[in-house]
Structure formats: C-alpha cells, structure tokens
C-alpha cells in the first residue's frame, strides 16, 4: 500500500508541473494519462497481493500433499481406562518403552508393546480384532497425524505417527524390551515387572498331578503318579511346547488361551497359581503343577524315560 501512494504521489506531482502552462486539451491528455497509471498499478498491486498469497502457504499445502491419511506408525501417548488415565503407560513411556500400532494401507495392522502383537483390521472410521467376532470395533478420529480410538465410558487411547527416526529405530529393533537391563536402570519400575510377572507366566516345566476322564479319575496314570512316573508338560517361550511321557513326546504350539496338537482341535487351558488346567470337555480334564527347581533340574538332565523294568521289580 505504501508503495502504491508513493507512486501515486510522484504522478500527482508530475501532473502539477507539467499543468503550468498547458492548454486545455493538455490538461485531458495529461488526466486520461493519470488515470491510466493509476489503473496500471492497482492492477500491479492486486496481481503482487496474489502472488504474496501463494508463497504464504506452501508449509500448509506439501503437508496436505505428504500426509498419506491414517495408514503409518504409531506410539502411544496417552490411556483412559475406566475413566482415568494410565499411571503405568505414561512411566512406562518416560524411560522409551512404548506401545506402537501399525496401521497398513491394505486395511490390516497391529497393536505392538514389548515384542507382543495383537492383530487388528481397519477402515476409515473403526478398528476392530479381526479374530474377535464378539466385541464390538471401536471408532477413531484422525486429524494431522493424531488418531484417537473410543472405547466404552470415556476409555481411549491417543497415539501420534512416529517421526521419521523414530519409524526407522522402531523398523530395525521392533518393541521388545530388555527387561532385566530396563530394571537394573529404573527401579522404581520392579512392582511392573517383578514378582506379579512371574507368577502370571505360564513359560515353564510341569507334571501331571490329576488327570479325569469321563468323569472319573485314571486309575492307571494315578498308579504311575504315585510310583513316581509322570506325564511332563512343557511350555518354551517361542509358543512351542510338549506333553513328554515315558520319552513319547507329543509336540504342541500354544498361546495365552489353547494348546494346539498337529491334526486336532485346540484344547483350551486355564494357568493359576503355578498350576495350569487342559480341559477336553466338562468331564474330561488334566491338571499339571509346575515342577520344583530341582524337579526341573533332573527333568532337564534325564527327560521322562522311564526303566520300566527297574520300576517293576
């Protein structure tokens, strides 16, 4: 605007010269000339405005064009649960332990916290367990790379896109945590993962201490119980396992739920109180307890084989 009344100024200036003097028919050349320079320069002015606009938003435009929707990655920044948030997400978050979610351009993603993955499917408004057909999907709101999902009476989570560093650190290492290293520098964090984690990790050796069938109780495992020889159950830590009787090992795979045996159905199993409950049907069940350390210790050395005519004599 200044520069349009400088130029303005300096033509009214010139016209006030140049009038002394002049004819009439000078005077209206002279106007016609001074309307046209004017017209010339708002025309300048507004095309200059223009184009100042443009170069104002290129910031806002390339993040338009580069933000891809809510398909990336993800951390978890903040948890509602049952109406408050999350103590444990948010420390666990201040020492680099987080909760990530991956969310795939084909509808497909997963929950991921310390090195455990949860499946999930996704639209355009709802995530949802592509393995769970009783719960219901939740929505989710995304906006500039912030996804917030809604759960039930105000719980939620709200996760924001890794940045570019953090996508590539979480690509090469994933979320597994190197949890007695993570203790040994945060103390404060042993009542996470201390006792209560190991009396709630079913990972480990045990023998069969009950076995009912049909409603009654095996009198020949019972026998064998009681002279010394059992049936072993054995859970790794990679999802794999066996049930070992009379060095006959019958493998499994296993997750928090089931026990799966090649060409069967899953059993299901409970785990409490370092005992852990194969259930067949209502009548038909197993009962394992898991091994003392020097119960595992001669189960490690020596397997379950069994000399059978040693026991008998």
Do not use: H
Not at 81 to 88: A, I, N, P, V
């Amino acid at each position: 605007m200044k520069k349009k009344i400088a130029v303005l100024t300096s033509v009214v200036l010139t016209v006030s010269t140049v009038l002394m003097g002049c004819t009439a028919s000078d005077v209206a050349e002279v106007a016609s000339a001074v309307e046209e320079i004017a017209e010339q320069e708002m025309a300048a002015e507004e095309a200059q405005n223009a184009d100042d606009q443009e170069k104002s938003m290129p910031e806002e435009s390339a993040e338009a064009e580069t933000d891809d929707g809510a398909a990336g990655y993800y951390k978890l920044v903040k948890m509602v649960e049952d109406g408050e948030e999350s103590s444990m997400m948010a420390e666990l978050a201040q020492v680099g332990v987080n909760m990530y979610m991956v969310l795939s351009e084909d509808g497909t993603g997963c929950y991921d916290f310390m090195g455990d993955q949860t499946k999930l499917a996704w639209d355009d408004k709802k995530i949802w367990d592509p393995e769970d057909d009783e719960t219901e999907p939740s929505e989710y709101t995304y906006k500039d790379g912030q996804l917030s999902v809604t759960g039930d009476n105000g719980d939620g989570m709200d996760f924001v896109k890794l940045t570019d560093e953090e996508k590539d650190y979480y690509l090469e290492n994933g979320s597994d945590v190197d949890i007695e290293k993570l203790l040994e520098e945060n103390e404060s964090l042993e009542w996470l993962f201390g006792d209560a984690q190991e009396e709630d990790n079913p990972i480990g050796y045990y023998k069969m201490t009950e076995y009912m069938e049909n409603g009654e109780e095996s009198e020949d495992l019972k026998m064998l119980m009681e002279n010394g020889v059992y049936m072993y159950l054995v859970l790794n830590e990679d999802g794999t396992g066996c049930m070992d009787m009379l060095g006959d090992a019958d493998e499994f795979t296993w997750n928090d739920k089931e026990l799966k045996f090649e060409d069967t159905d899953p059993s299901e199993y409970t785990y409490e109180d370092d005992v852990i409950t194969v259930t067949e049907d209502e009548k038909t069940w197993m009962k394992f307890e898991r091994l003392s350390e020097e119960e595992e210790k001669y189960y490690i050395e020596n397997g379950s084989d069994v000399d059978l005519e040693k026991l008998a004599g």
